[in-house]
Every structure is written in C-alpha cells, then in structure tokens.
C-alpha cells in the first residue's frame, strides 16, 4: 500500500487533487490478552482498509497514512499507551488539517479500538476535515453502533458453524454484542488478517470469566427504557458490562472464548463488515451523505473531556498465562 508521507511531494499531493481516497489510521499499542499482539487494532485495520479500498476502487492500491499509535482508554495490560483524549483529538485534527492543506477531499479515519472517547476524537477528526469542505468518516462508529442495536444474531450463525457444542456455540452467537476485546470476534479477524501475529496460546486459553454488569449502570439501563429512551438504555447496558468486565479479578484482558476463534470465522466477519461498510464509505464518500457518529457520546461530558478515567486495573491484576 502507498504511504503517501513516503511519496514525492508533487506526486502526493497530485493524488490527493486528483481524488484519491487516503486512509487514516489511529490505533493504540495494546494489551489484547496473552495471545494477541500490541498492535492487533493497527493490523486489523490495515486488513480492513484493504478491503474496504479493493471494493471503492479496485483498480489501484490505497493510499495510507501511518499509524498514528495513540488511543484512548487502551486494555489495561503490560504494554498498554495510555494517551488522553484531549491529545488524541488534538492530534487527529491536526493530521486531518495537514491531509486537507494537501489537497485531500476523500478521508477514512480507520481503527479498530472501540473506546466511545477514541471514538469521539476520531469524529473530531471528521469535524476538521469538514471545516475544509472534505468528506470523512470512520468505519468503527457503524461497527460499534451495529453491535450496540444488534439483535437477533442468527445471520452470525455461519462465524460459530464449527462449534461442536451446542450450547457453546449458542453462548457465543448470543454474547457477540459484548464480544468487545480480543475475545471470539476479535482473535478471529485477527487470524484471517494476520494470522502469524496470534499465538495457539489461544487454544489453551479459558472462557472469559461471567461478566457481573455494574449494578448502578444497570439500573440507569432500566429507568431509561422505562422513559422510552431506548438507544440511551442499550448504551447504558454497554457501559455496565464494560465496567463489570474491567472489575473481574484476576482480569483476563479478553472477552468471550479466543480459543474457538479460528481464520474462517474471521473472514466471514471480514465479508460481513465491507458489506455493511461499503454502501455508508460510498454514501459518505461518493454523495456527501452524514457520516455514522460515535455511541455513548455522553461520555465526553460526564467525563470531563476524558479527564476522569472510567476504569482502573492494576497491572499487578492482570491474569498471568
């Protein structure tokens, strides 16, 4: 793939004026549980951004951005880079103002890190390239809000088909909207996108402990469904599994069950994900059409701008393989 800081000047910069979609990315270096490398989200998103670029125009290769390598409220783990949202959103405005002055129009903010914050600084980053008349959008918001609504799993089934155990396979169709972290979903995107970056510790690994929901989260989940307040219930919902699943000790750094993870189940999410993301990247892209917005957009205020963690795990915590 073409890393446009790499290229000439003159021949960068016609590119872009020519229309070229250029490919953002902003990922953290993070725990992602004993199996996984620290930089899972950055090769995922560069399997995902070869997708996404082969079906918007097939006849030439993408034209990236590196890594940026920050993020905001990474796993807690050996390796984790903690960077504030003030910082990330600082930077991925000035990355995006930097691409516009260049002559970019079409701009992919691509990540596979699934912080509401990271997620915010991202649409910051869609904020700036529209202040220069470019259209941007990040893939992540419509994956996150697709697992936020998702109700019946039933079109998943295919992803567990190898599972033996039927009532194994049902628990990981009926949990794969809390599937949030290096758990099932993620460590097979991950062998279908870069398999020699997963160790067959995985295979050993065990089930993610029960995740007990925060109790005063579940019961704001309630009374906001109880208003009709629907979408602001199911992210509540979110927040107090996240939450319960941060305060399981020892803490697993997964979700799910990595070991029944395998590469065919990562590239029937992989077809899945560009089926769903190709008609918004074209709407978005193509027609000028909103882009998709970040879930749990709350979080921002009542966190004071990041300024007040939402989670905490020791390093000393973490469980040890």
């Not at 995985?202 to 208003?227: E, G, M, N, Q, T």
């Not at 990595?258 to 193509?286: I, K, N, S, W, Y």
């Amino acid at each position: 793939m073409p890393e446009l800081a790499s290229l000439p000047h003159a021949e960068a910069r016609a590119l872009l004026e020519g229309g070229a979609t250029v490919y953002l990315a902003v990922n953290p270096v993070e725990y992602h549980g004993p199996h996984l490398s620290l930089h899972n989200d950055a090769l995922i998103s560069a399997g995902l951004i070869r997708d996404l670029a082969a079906r918007l125009d097939p006849e030439h290769p993408p034209l990236t951005v590196a890594d940026l390598e920050v993020g905001v409220e990474p796993c807690a783990g050996p390796g984790s880079r903690h960077t504030p949202y003030l910082t990330v959103s600082a930077l991925v405005r000035e990355a995006c103002r930097a691409l516009c002055e260049m002559g970019a129009t079409r701009i992919v903010l691509m990540t596979f890190h699934g912080s509401p914050l990271h997620g915010e600084a991202l649409d910051d980053g869609i904020e700036e390239c529209a202040k220069h008349g470019a259209r941007a959008f990040a893939p992540l918001a419509l994956v996150m809000r697709h697992m936020l609504e998702l109700g019946d799993p039933a079109p998943y089934a295919p992803a567990v088909a190898h599972v033996t155990d039927a009532r194994v396979r049902d628990e990981l169709l009926d949990k794969l909207p809390l599937d949030f972290h290096a758990g099932f979903f993620e460590t097979s995107l991950a062998l279908h996108y870069a398999p020699d970056s997963v160790s067959s510790l995985r295979l050993r690994l065990p089930p993610c402990p029960d995740i007990v929901p925060d109790a005063a989260l579940r019961r704001a989940s309630s009374a906001a469904r109880a208003l009709g307040r629907e979408e602001l219930a199911r992210e509540l919902s979110l927040a107090a599994a996240g939450k319960g699943w941060n305060a399981l000790r020892p803490f697993p750094g997964y979700t799910s069950r990595p070991a029944q993870a395998t590469r065919e189940a990562g590239a029937f999410f992989a077809g899945a994900l560009m089926d769903a993301l190709e008609p918004v990247a074209r709407g978005v892209l193509d027609d000028g059409a909103e882009p998709p917005r970040p879930i749990l957009r709350w979080l921002r205020r009542l966190t004071l701008q990041g300024r007040i963690p939402t989670s905490h795990v020791p390093v000393d915590a973490i469980l040890r393989q």
